[in-house]
Every structure is written in structure tokens, then in C-alpha cells.
């Protein structure tokens, strides 16, 4: 895993985003103690996550509910 200062990785931050994205993780370092570990999220592909009316049909409002 490659250590990087926060001085390198304000200058480079776009290129290891992408690095961190591709899957190579990488920390952030400050005077050569680690600090932050960045790696991709494991998010859900688009169109994969139906949050909203996952309950539909499943429960039911009372007539009288104001």
C-alpha cells in the first residue's frame, strides 16, 4: 500500500482518486505517521438500489390516521 504525504496528495489528488477508485488503496501521511486510509467505495451499481416504496403493499394506514 503506498504512503503518500498530504503535501503530494494535495498536488496529485486527482490522480489518486482515480488510482483509489481503480482499487489501489492508499494513506495519507503526515511527518511519516499515518493519518487517513482512502479506498474505493462499495457502492451499488446505478439502477440496483429501490429504496423508495421497497414497502408497497406490505402495510396499511389506518382510515382515521390524521
Given at each position: ?19 483509489a477508485?481503480?482499487?489501489e488503496?492508499f494513506?495519507?501521511?503526515e511527518?511519516?505517521k ?10 451499488p ?5 429501490h429504496?423508495?416504496?421497497?414497502l ?11
Open positions: 500500500m503506498q504512503i503518500v504525504n498530504i503535501h503530494e496528495a494535495k498536488t496529485h489528488l486527482s490522480r489518486l482518486i482515480e488510482k477508485a481503480d482499487g488503496a494513506v495519507i501521511a511527518v511519516g499515518p493519518l487517513v486510509k482512502v479506498t474505493a467505495l462499495d457502492a451499481a446505478a439502477g440496483q438500489c429504496r423508495l416504496g421497497f408497497a403493499g406490505q402495510i396499511s394506514v389506518p382510515d382515521d390516521f390524521d
